[in-house]
């Protein structure tokens, strides 16, 4: 997967994708390739232009095998970690729709109704702009399987096709 590719270790970003190896695995690798990269080194919490660790990028590439290794070595403060656009993990699974990387977020931690700020969806500019609007924005698909996810990991969710809610005792 890293032949002909020049990075010059395991914890520095290549110019052009401005990822690393972890990174490069996390979106096309394996579980495998996660293990052999930790094992030479490689660090969980290198950084991408956009403030992509790793684990975002198995998220943002639906990759659930480097997801769930990557899981494995999950620490606290990933759920306070953002990106450029103020985006958690989970907003990027919302916006992905993957209900098995839902739920484990969910279940570490992750809230499924703070906002962020900024976001750089025109349709929200200005909004505050929570996982589940993400999930909706993706469509009809993508919002039944972040409700499902939601569901998966615990939260109980009351939900129709206009809106999400949450029993107040969950807030």
Known sequence: MLAGRDFAGFNSASVEAHWG????????????????????????????????????????YNNVDTFKRLM??????????????GWSLLHLAAEEGNPEIICSLVQHGFEPWPPVNECSLSDFEQEQLTPAAVAR???????????????????????????????????
């Open 137 to 171: 924005s993706a469509g009809q698909g993508v919002f039944q399987n972040f409700i499902l996810g939601l569901e998966l990991g615990g939260i109980q969710v009351i939900s129709d096709s206009e809106d999400i809610f949450w029993p107040l005792d969950e807030i």
């Open 21 to 60: 190896p972890l990174h490069r695995a996390s979106a096309y690798g394996s579980g495998a390739d996660i293990d052999f990269l930790l094992r030479a080194g490689a660090s969980l919490d290198l950084v991408d232009c956009n403030s992509w660790t790793s684990l975002f990028v198995a998220v943002g």
């Open 72 to 85: 494995l070595k999950f620490k606290p403060e990933y759920i306070s970690h953002k990106d450029l656009r």
